[in-house]
């Protein structure tokens, strides 16, 4: 042991809230949710024990067993051996057990016992444990495992101050050397036997949910439902706070105006800061709307139901029920949507989720998607109740739903055929969400758009403003100014490529700067159209007098489709150490998006 301080490691079970415990004893804010294969990286914190002590954590991937082969589970074995580059073996292994599920649990405890090593068990959620009436003899446990075992509540405010205690107590002793059982199954039972009473073996109310959530026709239902009322409140509930920012940057935009004298900062502030920016934070509410309803769904214990429900579903296109968290966390990012394949066990499983995780729909899309609904999509009400553009909205989620099992039935047909095994995946109990935790999210998400916000679009929309005010147009000039600019000139080489799907020449221009940062599209289409001439005029009735209602439906099927920005090309090298994945992601994506969007445009030309 350093003598500077003490090195402790969280390992368990998936979801038995290692990092709710890790988030608790250092004050980090790592994400913690109701569903197994949260956390696939390790990640280290530090706290200052009463004692003064110093403690370093680290907070490891979920693990069934130190047997098990998926990726994230990998590092935690590492780690316990000592064979991660650059960690030292932990002094003391804090084993974190679900009190009411100590029957899986204990199995792992017990396969730790073995490396013989300093070891405490930390009894989690004994909240929930006590709600069951599940009374579990601490000090027999304790005997019979010869380690300490301290009771936890680890989203509790204090709910690990025993922990600290024990950590803190002195040197950490090790396990005893026990005689080496064959069948831990056998211990753990009899462990149980003597150390735990249950009244029931499951939750009655969780028993009750099940019955509908995974019945299989009534569990499609009630998926469908919830993912299309999610996206019913994002119109209904962000919808006038969207507004209200518009038209509040509108509003700015004049006031800078006036105040500012004539020249190119003027036009850099009110169209490319004002216009451009302002445009995309005006999404914001509609994006944070999306993800408290994320939020709540990962903590409610409701996903792996889902995968569950579509585990047929999904293994019919060759994917599996597994995939189906990886692909819902690419609703917000395909990035972590990417990292989280790290808990699939199959390595053909989780490369073909590599692929069509770009194809779920991101939340930087979304305002691309609002922007267009809300230029060319009328606000109706359809079936009294729900409207057209929440609508159209789920509409392109769905698209790219679709688009993501056509691709994998696809790259299966290609890919040797191979068997189908059952879906193993454990299902937590059902909770209410913490709202401090949820709130927190909600913030870190919108700390996570503005820094994007101020950081990269800023660079991206002023860079966009540069190119459409310069060169300035000649004395005589007869055309439009911005048709003698850097821009005009690239945007109009673009259009040659894209005018068979529709685009003018701004709307091929905003697409490169998408390739960085999809939002970008809609600040450089404000800017392209400001700078434009179009002053005053909100982006969204300068785009509905410009471009047909044919040629914005195939942009958005573009954009449900086109090859997803660099830094998501960027994670798939990353993770798959493989050029080649890099080149056909981009290169179906491409070829999908460019068909797609041909095929919108000519079709709704000829229905018009
Ligand atoms: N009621 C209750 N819920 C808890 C407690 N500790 C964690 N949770 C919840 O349990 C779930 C899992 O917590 P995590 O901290 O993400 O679990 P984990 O062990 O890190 O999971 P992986 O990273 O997937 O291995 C979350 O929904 C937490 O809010 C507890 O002591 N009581
Ligand atoms: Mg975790």
Not at 234 to 262: C, H, N, Q, R, S
Request: aromatic letters at 8%.
């Amino acid at each position: 042991m350093s003598a500077a301080g003490l090195n402790i490691a969280l390992v368990g079970n998936p979801n038995c809230g290692k990092t709710a415990l890790f988030n608790q004893l250092t004050g980090a804010r790592q994400k913690v949710a109701n569903y197994a294969g949260v956390t696939v990286e390790r990640k280290s914190g530090s706290f200052t024990a009463p004692s003064g002590r110093q403690v370093r954590v680290v907070d490891l991937p979920g693990a069934y067993s130190l047997q098990s082969v998926s990726p994230d589970e990998r590092v935690t074995q590492a780690v316990l051996q000592g064979r991660y580059p650059g960690e030292a073996v932990p002094d003391l292994i804090v084993c974190v057990a679900d009190a009411t599920n100590l029957r899986l649990h204990l199995r792992f405890v017990l396969e730790v016992r073995r490396l013989g090593r300093p070891m405490v068990l930390a009894l989690n959620m004994m909240d929930a444990a006590a709600r069951r009436g599940i009374r579990i003899d601490v000090a027999a446990l304790s005997q019979r495992l010869g380690m300490p075992v301290i009771e936890t509540v680890a989203v509790k405010r204090g709910g690990a101050r025993a922990l600290v205690a024990a950590i803190d107590g002195g040197e950490p002793v090790a396990a005893p050397a026990v005689p080496d059982i064959d069948d831990l199954h056998v211990e753990v039972r009899a462990l149980l036997a003597v150390t735990v009473v249950m009244p029931a073996p499951t939750d009655g109310r969780d028993d009750a949910i099940d019955r509908i959530a995974l019945h299989p026709v009534l569990g499609v239902l009630l998926l469908a439902l919830t993912m299309f009322l999610v996206f019913q409140a994002v119109y209904a509930i962000g919808k006038p706070m969207t507004d209200a920012i518009a038209d509040g940057f509108g509003t700015l935009g004049g006031v800078v105006g006036e105040w500012l004298p004539e020249g190119p900062l003027r036009g850099l502030v009110t169209d490319g800061l004002v216009a451009g920016l302002g445009t995309v934070l005006g999404f914001l509410p509609q994006i944070l709307v999306l993800f408290f309803f994320i939020l709540l769904l990962e903590e409610s214990g409701y996903l792996p139901r889902a995968a569950f429900v579509l585990d047929k579903l999904m293994v019919s296109v060759g994917l599996s029920g597994r995939s189906f968290i990886p692909l819902l966390s690419s609703f917000a990012c395909a990035i972590p949507g990417i990292m989280g394949t790290r808990s699939i066990t199959d390595p053909r499983d989780r490369l073909a989720t590599i692929l069509v995780a770009p194809l779920m729909t991101c939340s930087a899309r979304l305002p691309v998607y609002a922007l267009l609904i809300g230029a060319f999509i009328p606000h109706r009400p359809v079936l009294g109740v729900f409207n057209l553009q929440g609508l159209a909205l789920f509409c392109l989620y769905v698209a790219g739903i679709a688009a993501a099992m056509l691709v994998a039935w696809v790259a299966k047909r290609i890919g040797n055929a191979r068997q189908e095994r059952a879906l193993l995946m454990e299902l937590p109990s059902y909770r209410w969400p913490h709202w401090r935790d949820i709130a927190l999210g909600l913030w870190e998400r919108g700390a996570i758009f503005l820094k994007r916000l101020t950081g990269v679009m800023l660079a991206l929309t002023v860079l966009m403003w540069a190119i459409c005010t310069f060169p300035a147009p000649p004395a005589q000039a007869t055309r439009a100014a911005i048709d003698y600019s850097i821009a005009g000139y690239i945007g109009h080489s673009l259009q040659y490529l894209f005018a068979p799907l529709g685009f003018n020449w701004q709307i091929s221009l905003s697409l490169i700067p998408a390739f960085a940062a999809r939002e970008t599209a809609v600040a450089t289409l404000a800017t392209v159209y400001a700078v434009g001439g179009e002053e005053g005029a909100a982006l969204q009735s300068a785009l509905a007098s410009h471009i047909s209602l044919a040629s914005a439906l195939s942009l958005m099927v573009w954009f449900a489709f086109a090859p997803q920005c660099m830094s998501t090309l960027a994670i798939i090298r990353r993770e798959t150490q493989s050029w080649r994945m890099v080149a056909l992601s981009f290169g179906y994506m491409f070829v999908l998006a460019y068909a797609a969007s041909f095929l919108t445009y000519n079709v709704a030309r000829w229905l018009a």
